[in-house]
Nanobody
Framework: QVQLVESGGGLVQAGGSLRLSCAASGRAFSTYTMAWFRQAPGKEREFIAAISGSGGSTYYADSVKGRFTISRDNAKNTVVLQMNSLRPEDTAVYYC????????????????WGQGTQVTVSS
């Protein structure tokens, strides 16, 4: 069982930056692939980025590649999403998620979810 709590959301102007954190509790954090998803009103939940258990591999959605960076600290049981050059279309609730498998972008492949944190980007 893994419990996830996101923090760091807020309101930012277009072109600005935000840093989201996800704190995990439970066992064997380093064995899980960690990912970030987002969901805007009226839209499906969208994969953003994922990082392998060791932190050695990452992959990103095309929509955020080059602007967002995912990282993790297994000693602190945290995963971070650094978001730069934010755009109004990045506005959404951002979720942290965990999976026992690597390489999947479908929400159904992720077993554990946080409650989400709101990110609003004004134009």
């Amino acid at each position: 069982q893994v419990q996830l709590v996101e923090s760091g959301g807020g309101l930012v102007q277009a072109g600005g930056s935000l840093r989201l954190s996800c704190a995990a509790s439970g066992r064997a954090f380093s064995t899980y692939t960690m990912a970030w998803f987002r969901q805007a009103p009226g839209k499906e939940r969208e994969f953003i980025a994922a990082i392998s258990g060791s932190g050695g591999s990452t992959y990103y959605a095309d929509s955020v590649k080059g602007r967002f960076t995912i990282s993790r600290d297994n000693a602190k049981n945290t995963v971070v999403l650094q978001m730069n050059s934010l755009r109004p279309e990045d506005t959404a609730v951002y979720y942290c998620a965990a999976s026992a498998r690597y390489g999947y972008v479908a929400p159904g492949e992720y077993y554990y979810w946080g409650q989400g944190t709101q990110v609003t980007v004004s134009s």
